[in-house]
């Protein structure tokens, strides 16, 4: 098992910055592809990014890429979620997860993802 704790949400302007970590604990880290998805109220959760385990290979939703940076530190056992000109639409509970894999590949869908952390919320006021 691994356990994920995100942290560094808040309340930004629009436009501002806001850096998230997830800390994990339990298993080998870089064992991991670790993922960001974001729910807000009466919507469905849904993918933000995704880093494989070596960091070399990333991917975005479109609706943050350009502005949302993911990274990893597998000697820290943390992964990042550095965002950037924030919207009103990005404020949401926002998730880490943690799927194993076998290979340096990356899933975008929930359902691979077998470990959540609790969450953290980010809110964006215009």
């Known amino acids: 098992q691994v356990q994920l704790v995100e942290s560094g949400g808040g309340l930004v302007q629009a436009g501002g910055s806001l850096r998230l970590s997830c800390a994990a604990s339990g298993r080998t880290f870089s064992n991991y592809v670790m993922g960001w998805f974001r729910q807000a109220p009466g919507k469905e959760r849904e993918f933000v990014a995704v880093?494989?385990?070596?960091?070399?290979?990333?991917y975005y939703a479109d609706s943050v890429k350009g502005r949302f940076t993911i990274s990893r530190d597998n000697a820290k056992n943390t992964v990042y979620l550095q965002m950037s000109s924030l919207k009103p639409d990005d404020a949401a509970v926002y998730y880490c997860a943690a799927d194993w894999q076998p290979l340096d590949m990356y899933s975008t869908r929930i359902s691979d993802y077998s470990h959540w952390g609790q969450g953290t919320q980010v809110t964006v006021s215009s």
């Open positions: 880093i494989t385990r070596s960091g070399r290979s990333t």
